[in-house]
């Protein structure tokens, strides 16, 4: 648990940068396309109309992409920020920094600057606090705004971080107010039993496809498929989370995921999507296929949006996991590492998220996309292997040693080099790996 005087240290920091807004009549705000940034996005979008602020809001896959600014403005960067210090430092205007991703280097601005970020104040990143609850906070700064609590959440479980820490306290405000629940039964998606068993990949149970392997089970468990999951009995919830269970360590799922699955169920009551799982799953597939606002918006509430936001989040979901069953069977192993080499894949973190967390989860696994000229890497592991290697760590060094760069968290980072390198990389994250794991 941690002291009084980093939480102190945490809300000065959030304090001094709704300080520095309340001098601006106007905001531009870059946030990142993943459900942890959109989530920050629609929070800040809510607060500031609240407070009756003009705002813009932009999404960016990562600070290589341009952004522009007028001179003496104010910009917010939510979810980034922190590990791009020569890129803020040149930055002509006041400047927010609402992100928790390990600090890099040292930031010299040129105006009036804020840096909130967890790590700065003694908290961790990777697990107490997303982007999405770093503004979460910051809008409680600007007003009454509780509301946001269920929005926090989404960020954060698109992060897969805990309810620990100040993700807890977020959580006790949701609780407190009404706009969470909490139930005992399966952290899953909601709607027809058939159809979530066989789209669901947090968690992933490897049903995809496989309809008659998905009624044997059922039949099984003695669960009708064509129920709703929402209207199952404790008797039978209790029935099907065994059965899961027991599929999902068959296929070498980490051991640490079952608490977060089974025996406590968060639901939104006020939200139009009421599953925390189903709405995260949303807002990410959103984000993955370039439709952020639209994933803003549901998050926002707005009816008119969620029939196809829910289209995006199954074409997706469908699309993720055929990748995956085709994906499976190429998988490489290293000393340390294994690592899949794919050509333009529609997503290289998804698929890595799943194949480490559910299926191969002792090693780090190291997933390379080939697309457009350029590798895009993803490296993901369990917080048990963290432990000891440092992801995050590991994607810079290599990266930087075959003039590339890469960063992140100790348990899911990524890193961008050129293709012509990927096997001297490869090379060199399997040597840091193997050394860490002494
Ligand atoms: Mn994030």
Same mark, same amino acid.
């Given at each position: 648990?941690?002291?009084?005087?980093?939480?102190?240290?945490?809300?000065?920091?959030?304090?001094?940068?709704?300080?520095?807004?309340?001098?601006?009549?106007?905001?531009?705000?870059?946030?990142?396309?993943?459900?942890?940034?959109?989530?920050?996005?629609?929070?800040?979008?809510?607060?500031?109309?609240?407070?009756?602020?003009?705002?813009?809001?932009?999404?960016?896959?990562?600070?290589?992409?341009?952004?522009?600014?007028?001179?003496?403005?104010?910009?917010?960067?939510?979810?980034?920020?922190?590990?791009?210090?020569?890129?803020?430092?040149?930055?002509?205007?006041?400047?927010?920094?609402?992100?928790?991703?390990?600090?890099?280097?040292?930031?010299?601005?040129?105006?009036?600057?804020?840096?909130?970020?967890?790590?700065?104040?003694?908290?961790?990143?990777?697990?107490?606090?997303?982007?999405?609850?770093?503004?979460?906070?910051?809008?409680?700064?600007?007003?009454?705004?509780?509301?946001?609590?269920?929005?926090?959440?989404?960020?954060?479980?698109?992060?897969?971080?805990?309810?620990?820490?100040?993700?807890?306290?977020?959580?006790?405000?949701?609780?407190?107010?009404?706009?969470?629940?909490?139930?005992?039964?399966?952290?899953?998606?909601?709607?027809?039993?058939?159809?979530?068993?066989?789209?669901?990949?947090?968690?992933?149970?490897?049903?995809?496809?496989?309809?008659?392997?998905?009624?044997?089970?059922?039949?099984?468990?003695?669960?009708?498929?064509?129920?709703?999951?929402?209207?199952?009995?404790?008797?039978?919830?209790?029935?099907?989370?065994?059965?899961?269970?027991?599929?999902?360590?068959?296929?070498?799922?980490?051991?640490?995921?079952?608490?977060?699955?089974?025996?406590?169920?968060?639901?939104?009551?006020?939200?139009?999507?009421?599953?925390?799982?189903?709405?995260?799953?949303?807002?990410?597939?959103?984000?993955?296929?370039?439709?952020?606002?639209?994933?803003?918006?549901?998050?926002?509430?707005?009816?008119?949006?969620?029939?196809?936001?829910?289209?995006?989040?199954?074409?997706?979901?469908?699309?993720?996991?055929? $990748?995956?069953?085709?994906?499976?069977? $190429?998988?490489?192993?290293?000393?340390?590492?294994?690592?899949?080499?794919?050509?333009?894949?529609?997503?290289?973190?998804?698929?890595?998220?799943?194949?480490?967390?559910?299926?191969?989860?002792?090693?780090?696994?190291?997933?390379?996309?080939?697309?457009?000229?350029?590798?895009?890497?993803?490296?993901?592991?369990?917080?048990?292997?963290?432990?000891?290697?440092?992801?995050?760590?590991?994607?810079?060094?290599?990266?930087?040693?075959?003039?590339?760069?890469?960063?992140?968290?100790?348990?899911?980072?990524?890193?961008?080099? $050129?293709?012509?390198?990927? $096997?001297?990389?490869?090379?060199?994250?399997?040597?840091?790996?193997?050394?860490?794991?002494?």
């Amino acid at each position: 648990m941690n002291s009084t005087s980093e939480v102190n240290i945490f809300l000065d920091q959030v304090k001094k940068a709704a300080n520095l807004l309340f001098k601006h009549d106007f905001v531009r705000i870059y946030t990142h396309h993943d459900a942890d940034g959109i989530a920050a996005g629609a929070i800040l979008t809510k607060s500031l109309l609240k407070s009756g602020k003009s705002f813009q809001v932009s999404f960016l896959k990562g600070l290589n992409e341009d952004f522009e600014y007028e001179k003496g403005e104010l910009v917010i960067f939510a979810d980034m920020g922190s590990a791009y210090p020569e890129k803020m430092s040149e930055i002509e205007a006041d400047l927010i920094i609402l992100d928790h991703h390990i600090p890099v280097g040292n930031i010299k601005p040129k105006r009036s600057f804020v840096h909130v970020n967890p790590h700065l104040a003694g908290f961790d990143g990777t697990y107490q606090i997303s982007a999405s609850g770093v503004a979460y906070y910051f809008a409680q700064e600007i007003g009454e705004n509780k509301d946001l609590s269920p929005i926090a959440i989404v960020g954060l479980l698109g992060d897969k971080q805990k309810f620990e820490s100040l993700n807890a306290q977020i959580l006790k405000d949701g609780k407190e107010r009404g706009f969470v629940e909490e139930s005992i039964g399966i952290n899953i998606a909601s709607g027809k039993i058939k159809k979530v068993l066989s789209l669901s990949i947090e968690p992933y149970l490897g049903f995809f496809g496989k309809e008659d392997e998905l009624n044997e089970f059922l039949k099984k468990v003695g669960i009708d498929g064509d129920k709703e999951l929402d209207d199952l009995s404790i008797e039978e919830i209790q029935r099907l989370a065994d059965a899961l269970a027991l599929r999902m360590l068959k296929m070498g799922a980490y051991e640490g995921i079952f608490e977060s699955v089974f025996g406590r169920k968060l639901v939104f009551p006020k939200m139009l999507i009421k599953s925390p799982v189903l709405l995260t799953d949303v807002v990410n597939a959103c984000g993955r296929a370039n439709a952020m606002s639209l994933g803003a918006s549901v998050l926002l509430n707005d009816k008119k949006s969620v029939d196809a936001a829910i289209k995006i989040y199954e074409d997706y979901m469908n699309q993720i996991l055929m $990748e995956i069953e085709k994906r499976k069977s $190429e998988i490489k192993e290293g000393f340390c590492i294994r690592y899949l080499i794919m050509d333009n894949a529609p997503s290289a973190s998804a698929i890595a998220t799943v194949l480490s967390r559910y299926l191969m989860s002792d090693k780090p696994l190291v997933v390379i996309n080939i697309k457009e000229g350029k590798a895009k890497i993803s490296a993901r592991t369990t917080e048990k292997v963290s432990q000891k290697v440092n992801l995050a760590e590991v994607m810079r060094v290599a990266a930087e040693k075959v003039g590339g760069s890469g960063g992140g968290h100790r348990v899911a980072a990524g890193a961008n080099i $050129e293709p012509s390198k990927v $096997e001297e990389f490869l090379k060199e994250v399997d040597r840091l790996c193997c050394a860490m794991l002494v």
